[in-house]
C-alpha cells in the first residue's frame, strides 16, 4: 500500500502563493499517476491537477490552468502543487492521490489526510 502525508496548507489572502507537498511511502516503486482534489464544505470534490508517474504529462482543471502548477520529484517521492494568484474561491481542504491516470475519484487508490487551504478577500 502506498501513505499519503499532506502539508503546506493555510491562510494567505487574495493573489497569494501557496506551495502544498505530498510525501509518498510504501510501494512507492510502482508508477503511480498523481492528483491533487479539492472540496469545499457542502460541496462536491472537484478535480484540480493530474501527473503521470514520469511527470512528462500534467492536466488541469479549467478553473486552475495557469495559476496552479502541479510537479513531482520521484527521488523524494514528494508532489507539489504551487498556488499562485489564489482567489476566495479556492478556499477548501486539498487532497491528493495516487492511481492510475484520470480525473475522477474512482481512478484513485490511495489518498492523503487532505490540508485546508484558506483565501481571504
Known amino acids: 500500500q502506498v501513505q499519503l502525508v499532506e502539508s503546506g496548507g493555510g491562510l494567505v489572502q487574495a493573489g497569494g502563493s501557496l506551495r502544498l507537498s505530498c510525501a509518498a511511502s510504501?510501494?512507492?516503486?510502482?508508477?503511480?499517476?498523481m492528483s491533487w482534489f479539492r472540496q469545499a464544505p457542502g460541496k462536491e470534490r472537484e478535480f484540480v491537477a493530474a501527473?503521470?508517474?514520469?511527470?512528462?504529462?500534467?492536466f488541469y482543471a479549467d478553473s486552475v490552468k495557469g495559476r496552479l502548477t502541479i510537479s513531482r520529484d520521484n527521488a523524494k517521492n514528494t508532489v507539489y502543487l504551487q498556488m499562485n494568484s489564489l482567489k476566495p474561491e479556492d478556499t477548501a481542504e486539498y487532497y491528493c492521490?495516487?492511481?492510475?491516470?484520470?480525473?475522477?475519484?474512482?481512478?484513485?487508490?490511495?489518498w492523503g489526510q487532505g490540508t485546508q487551504v484558506t483565501v481571504s478577500s
Open positions: 492521490a495516487a492511481g492510475r491516470w484520470g480525473t475522477t475519484q474512482a481512478e484513485y487508490d490511495y
Open positions: 510504501g510501494r512507492t516503486f510502482s508508477p503511480y499517476a
Open positions: 501527473i503521470s508517474w514520469s511527470g512528462s504529462r500534467t
